[in-house]
């Protein structure tokens, strides 16, 4: 089963410690995932966000409903967190969080290891080109609800 990397990075004018509590509110997964992958928080609410926590959620990726479990594996706010499947469509998918402070904003990265069942069909196809519109979504709302950093 090969493992694959995806990293992205962005900068944001806020601070760390600003922009840690968007993240630490779990109902703002919303707002960070696209609308066709029909993402909806299974979990009560309010969700505690710490080392531990469970999260379930419904998706429905290319006409197949999926649930997925998520627990957060390591909680540094306002640093850095990690969350990982523990139930869904992956076999693995392990992603890190990190926000660094840089040239008077913030520069997110993400960084996932992924592997998916029978990646040398499914992964270049699908996996791959969807991980990058789900990111590329996400940098797009974060850009529009905290804007960009002047150059």
Known sequence: MPS???MSELQLPLSPAELFPFFADA?????LTPSWLHFHIVSPRPIIMR???LIDYRLCVHGLPLRWRTRINLWDPPHRFVDEQIRGPYRQWLHE????????????????RYAVPLDFLLHRLFVRPDVEKIFAFRAQALQKRFGTKPN
């Open 97 to 112: 969080h990190t926000f660094e402070p840089s040239n008077g904003g913030t520069l997110i990265r993400d960084h996932v």
């Open 27 to 31: 109902a703002n997964l919303d707002a």
């Open 4 to 6: 694959r990397e995806f």
């Open 51 to 53: 080392e531990g926590t």
